[in-house]
Nanobody, 123 residues
């Protein structure tokens, strides 16, 4: 059974930084696209960032470009999201996603999802 476990969320002031981690329990991690989504209260879940199997290709939502960086360590079966220059609008539950097809990850059609980690940015 595939499990995705997010960590690293918390409360931070605007302008601060957080680093999210998502550890995957899947033997084919190196063959999987990974991504991060978020959901703010009262809003639909939205795409944040994604990374291809090798890590060569990365994708970002316009709202986070230049502030967030997605990376992965295939040796540790873990994907990261470095979030800098945080703003209150970044507040939400952040979800990790995994799928064999990076396009499905970006479109929100991933086969596997984590339980989420809360990120709160105060003004």
């Amino acid at each position: 059974q595939v499990q995705l476990v997010e960590s690293g969320g918390g409360l931070v002031q605007a302008g601060g930084s957080l680093r999210l981690s998502c550890a995957a329990s899947i033997r084919t991690f190196g063959n999987s696209g990974m991504g991060w989504f978020r959901q703010a209260p009262g809003k639909e879940r939205e795409f944040v960032a994604a990374i291809s199997r090798s890590g060569v290709r990365t994708f970002y939502a316009d709202s986070v470009k230049g502030r967030f960086t997605i990376s992965r360590d295939n040796g540790k079966d873990t994907v990261y999201l470095q979030m800098d220059s945080l703003i209150p609008e970044d507040t939400g539950v952040y979800y990790c996603a995994l799928d064999g097809n990076i396009n499905d990850v970006v479109r929100g059609f991933s086969e596997y999802w984590g339980q989420g980690t809360q990120v709160t940015v105060s003004s």
